[in-house]
């Protein structure tokens, strides 16, 4: 049994499937379903366009919430890893190390050159807004953790699924990397269950999540 | 004023509301004078009413000092055109 | 197994430390006061006295230190071994470096790596930054790591600082009020924002703690899905998390004896909390938020207050909404207007925040 980062025994967990978004090309279970190589806003909307979601609200978001809007979709498909869970039993755990600096520093451009401070950049000036959006795009109302590390830390997001799953009693947990800055993007998206035969592998984990091929 | 500078007037409208809040894909000629705004229509929010005030006072020298009041006069572009008119 | 909470340190507007904090909440009114910015609209605030943090860019760090030095003190400085964890609260750290000649600073992570060596932490910090409900997160994270046996100790700590960055930016929202915000009032039309570090020990092993503050019965957060910065307007997400820790500790509403409330002073959140503290039964119940003392301290918010609270129910009180003069919010609500004695012990802390984020802890006081 794989544990996170302490001796005590913990029940299994078992991931059901994985997304990675990195260096423009997306994929669902090793499945690749967009590829693009121009320049990052038109790669993400190359994606979000493979989804195929009817979606207005997409291109009024920030970047940040554009990568997790995308690495979450292919899980909510009619066939998705997500599709028959209860929306209020779903939980997310989104960690990335840059958070929202990427429209901070937009914010922040725009308050220096012409001292006028943006109400729709500033409301997206805090790590978790993507979480935010995902929960609205979908009628999320489970629980959720923003975190953020220097790098993946799979012990870390092994945990916060474990509280997550018995602590706050959710049946699936959206878990995963999205980081987004100086025109750099990756996202690994896992969908986690509690499960009696769990599959969570902490070596295999941080290869997935580190690999940058 | 002439119905020429009313039609200019809210082509111009819709310009600057496309450019200001990021309308990615919107065209001037996709949004009707009268269509709603909010909710169903253009699917704007609170956040774009502040940035519309903004874009009111900077553009057109029309200020409005209440976010509260922003729902009447942002109805439409029509609505925004007639406060612009009688205010400027 | 119990989840003992103590050890606790804060430093705020109000001041240092608990007793004194307590002491100058009781006899004394807001804090909160205006600040001219040399290129931007004036503001109320609540700003630490400069004789406990000085000016200058690295007033975080010092800020930070000065709260974790005092903790780790009376602990007897442990070895902070891999049963230790550290759950550190913030909503953008130290966001005035993005400006600055190293902008990584802003980063998050660096003001955790900053945390983990002055403390000697073995295990990697968490940071949780679920907007202005990271506080009360972070305590719901830690009780619930000590419950599952992931690790037997917590520090955890809740940090932010005023920056023009956050206030130009909730000027911008109209978020700010011209006065000192006064939560749930009628009159109400804007937040204050603050600044603070507050810090606590979680522990199942109570022997370790000087001082003990209470127990951590039950924690839960929950969304809204409703609009990224606009809460819910019944309240779904807060109900949930309500419901949640309710759930977890094994309590029904009518054990509730005192609720500290998230109460910013905004027209939207305030009504929000009163439609979700009546939807849950709670309307009798002794409610007060303290943001009229100190402001609204987005990432140490959840955890000043929670401690603050505490210390106040140990005591016998559950204090005032400082400022409040006549209550006018949807839902029906005991909105303190003086400080009640009460020998009640059970605490509901509720945080809500941007992203349509909302948690909820239950706490017992420490009754010798």
Redesign the interface.
């Known amino acids: 049994m794989q544990r996170g980062s302490s001796f005590a025994s913990m029940e299994a967990m078992r991931i059901l499937s994985t997304t990675i978004y990195r260096n423009g090309r997306f994929s669902v279970d090793g499945k690749e379903l967009a590829r693009s190589a121009g320049d990052l806003d038109h790669d993400l909307t190359k994606a979000w366009t493979a989804m195929e979601v009817e979606l207005p609200r997409f291109v009024r978001m920030d970047r940040s919430s554009k990568l997790v809007s995308i690495a979450a979709a292919p899980f909510f498909a009619a066939d998705g890893a997500l599709s028959k869970y209860p929306k209020d039993r779903i939980g997310m755990v989104i960690m990335g190390t840059h958070g929202s600096m990427d429209t901070d520093q937009r914010y922040l451009d725009q308050l220096e050159a012409e001292n006028h401070a943006s109400p729709g950049l500033f409301v997206y000036t805090l790590p978790n807004i993507a979480m935010g959006e995902l929960s609205i795009q979908h009628g999320l109302h489970g629980s959720g953790l923003c975190l953020l590390s220097d790098a993946p830390d799979i012990p870390q997001l092994h945990d916060a699924c474990d509280i997550l799953l018995h602590d706050h009693d959710m049946e699936a947990v959206i878990c995963g990397w999205s980081n987004i800055f100086a025109g750099s993007a990756e996202a690994t998206f896992m969908v986690v269950t509690a499960g009696k035969e769990g599959n969570w592998d902490n070596d295999e984990l941080e290869r997935i999540f580190n690999e940058h091929g | 004023m002439s119905t020429d500078s009313i039609t200019t007037l809210r082509q111009d409208l819709k310009a600057q509301i496309i450019s200001h809040l990021n309308l990615e894909g919107r065209t001037v000629e996709s949004i009707a004078d009268d269509m709603p705004l909010f909710d169903e229509g253009l699917g704007l929010d609170s956040i774009d009413v502040l940035e519309l005030i903004v874009l009111m006072d900077k553009h057109y020298g029309v200020r409005i000092a209440d976010p509260k009041q922003g729902r009447e006069v942002f109805q439409s572009v029509a609505t925004m055109a007639d406060h612009i008119q009688a205010n400027r | 197994m119990r989840v003992v909470l103590g050890s606790a340190h804060v430093v705020s507007p109000i001041g240092e430390g608990l007793a004194a904090s307590l002491q100058r909440m009781r006899e004394g009114g807001s804090a909160l006061q205006h600040i001219a910015l040399s290129?931007?609209p004036a503001a109320v605030v609540g700003k630490i006295p400069e004789d406990l943090l000085a000016p200058g860019p690295d007033r975080l760090y010092h800020l930070v230190d000065r709260v974790l030095g005092n903790v780790l003190d009376d602990l007897d400085r442990p070895q902070l071994n891999?049963?230790w964890g550290c759950y550190i609260a913030s909503?953008?750290g130290d966001?005035e470096a993005?400006?600055s000649a190293d902008p990584d600073h802003?980063?998050?992570?660096f003001l955790?790596?900053h945390i983990q060596r002055k403390a000697g932490f073995t295990?990697?910090p968490?940071?949780?930054?679920?907007?202005c409900a990271s506080g009360t997160?972070a305590i719901a994270?830690a009780g619930?790591?000590i419950?599952?046996?992931?690790?037997d100790h917590a520090i955890v700590l809740g940090v932010d600082v005023l920056s023009?960055?956050v206030l130009?930016?909730?000027?911008?929202?109209?978020a700010v009020s011209e006065a000192p915000c006064i939560p749930f009032d009628a009159a109400r039309n804007g937040t204050s924002l603050g600044e603070a570090c507050a810090a606590v020990v979680l522990t199942n092993d109570p022997a370790i703690l000087k001082n003990k503050l209470g127990t951590f019965l039950g924690g839960?957060?929950?969304?809204?899905?409703?609009?990224?910065?606009?809460p819910s307007r019944t309240g779904?997400?807060l109900v949930?998390a309500i419901q949640?820790a309710c759930?977890?500790a094994g309590i029904k509403a009518s054990d509730i004896h005192a609720i500290n409330a998230h109460g910013t002073g905004t027209d939207y959140n305030d009504g929000m909390e009163s439609i979700a503290f009546e939807r849950c039964e709670l309307s009798a119940v002794p409610m007060s938020g303290y943001k009229g003392w100190f402001g609204h301290t987005l990432g140490a918010a959840g955890i000043l207050e929670s401690i603050l609270a505490l210390e106040a129910l140990d005591r016998g009180w559950v204090l005032r909404n400082e400022g409040l003069v006549n209550a006018g919010v949807p839902g029906k609500v005991n909105a303190l207007l003086k400080d009640e004695r009460t020998t009640g012990d059970l605490l509901l802390k509720t945080s809500s925040?941007?992203?349509?984020?909302n948690a909820a802890v239950l706490l017992r006081a420490w009754k010798p």
């Open positions: 290129d931007g891999e049963r909503t953008k966001i993005l400006a802003a980063r998050l992570p955790a790596d295990q990697r968490w940071i949780i930054s679920n907007a997160s994270i619930a790591a419950a599952r046996g992931h690790i023009r960055f130009r930016g909730f000027q911008a929202l109209h839960s957060i929950a969304h809204d899905a409703n609009h990224i910065s606009g779904e997400g949930r949640g759930d977890k925040g941007f992203g349509g984020c």
